[in-house]
């Protein structure tokens, strides 16, 4: 089967760094996203990998390990706005492409 | 249009009716999809059109749910008969296709109540 397996929930502090993980099985891979999702909004692209590796955007970062179905998202220099659902999801492979997606992690930043 | 574009933005419905929802995706954009959230819950998949095709409609929840998709740009969902279950946002999403690096850009979904 397909599953994508994320933590539910995380609290961290303003100013420090939280990592989330996601951990994929897929029949296929065609990278990996990761999505935002304010309450009450839709998901907003954050970052894409399709090979090993950091991917660096300002304060976010995204790494996978295609070896391990394994990636993270990490979040420095944390700001209350960043409180969110970090959604992770994988794109298939072959006739059916259609993007996997994990149920989201809830982040709570605290003053 | 500049993004995606849902209507209506908030449905509310007598149970037993039936309701038609629209998707207008990203010019040029041949991937679309249909996802439904509850509240504080996940993405629950719908179906994947890639052009005017379905390949994939696995997560229709019954057959009072039907999607289709004219021109390779507009889609509607339709749900016939709703039931209260059927209460949640409707979201719709469209991408580039099926190469590599294309993410889905999002809709601000359907809000539907079914009272």
């Known amino acids: 089967g397909q599953n994508i397996d994320q933590p539910t929930e995380m609290t961290a502090t303003e100013g420090a760094i939280v990592q989330i993980n996601c951990t994929y099985q897929t029949s296929g891979f065609n990278g990996l996203f990761w999505y935002q999702q304010h309450a009450g909004e839709a998901p907003t692209f954050l970052s894409y990998n399709v090979l090993d590796g950091l991917e660096e955007k300002g304060r976010f970062s995204s790494f996978l390990s295609r070896s391990k179905g394994y990636s993270y998202l990490l979040l420095k220099e944390l700001q209350m706005k960043d409180s969110a659902s970090y959604l992770c999801a994988v794109k298939g492979a072959g006739n059916n492409r259609k993007l996997i997606w994990g149920l989201g992690t809830s982040l709570a930043v605290n003053p | 249009g500049a993004g995606v574009s849902q209507s209506p933005s908030n449905k509310v419905t007598e149970k037993g009716k039936d309701v038609e929802l629209r998707c207008d995706p990203i010019?040029?954009?041949?991937?679309l999809y249909w996802y439904r959230q509850s509240l504080g819950q996940g993405l629950e998949f719908l179906i994947y059109f890639q052009g005017n095709s379905a390949p994939d409609k696995s997560g229709l929840p019954s057959d009072r749910f039907s999607a289709e998709r004219t021109g390779g740009s507009v889609s509607t969902l339709t749900i016939q008969r709703t039931q209260q279950e059927d209460s949640a946002v409707y979201l719709c999403?469209?991408?580039?296709?099926?190469?590599?690096?294309?993410?889905?850009?999002f809709g601000q979904g359907t809000r539907l109540t079914v009272v």
């Open positions: 010019s040029g954009h041949t991937a």
């Open positions: 999403a469209s991408s580039l296709g099926q190469g590599r690096g294309t993410e889905a850009f």
